[in-house]
Nanobody, 126 residues
Framework: QVQLVESGGGLVQAGGSLRLSCAASGRTFSRYPMGWFRQAPGKEREFVATINWSSVNTYYADSVKGRFTISRDNAKNSVYLQMKSLKPEDTAVYYC???????????????????WGQGTQVTVSS
């Protein structure tokens, strides 16, 4: 079993920055791919970014490319999402996720991931 806990959300003005964190349990976290997704009210959950176990491969949704950066610290069992130049349309609940499979690649489809955190709210005011 893998447990994920997100933190770092909040209210920020457009153009501002936030850094989300996701703390994971599990002895082999360092081997798992990790993803960030978000869900706005009335919309489906959408992919934001993913990172593989070694941090060599990262992949972003077009809507956040160049503004968001995913990273991880395997020594701290944590993955991060640095968000800059935030826009009102970035407002959503942000979730981290993993499939708990050693050395698997990250993917953009939510169905690929088996474990999810409870989410953290990000609100960007105009």
């Amino acid at each position: 079993q893998v447990q994920l806990v997100e933190s770092g959300g909040g209210l920020v003005q457009a153009g501002g920055s936030l850094r989300l964190s996701c703390a994971a349990s599990g002895r082999t976290f360092s081997r798992y791919p990790m993803g960030w997704f978000r869900q706005a009210p009335g919309k489906e959950r959408e992919f934001v970014a993913t990172i593989n176990w070694s941090s060599v491969n990262t992949y972003y949704a077009d809507s956040v490319k160049g503004r968001f950066t995913i990273s991880r610290d395997n020594a701290k069992n944590s993955v991060y999402l640095q968000m800059k130049s935030l826009k009102p349309e970035d407002t959503a609940v942000y979730y981290c996720a993993t499939n708990g499979r050693d050395y698997a690649s990250g993917r953009s489809d939510a169905g690929y991931y088996d474990y999810w955190g409870q989410g953290t709210q990000v609100t960007v005011s105009s």
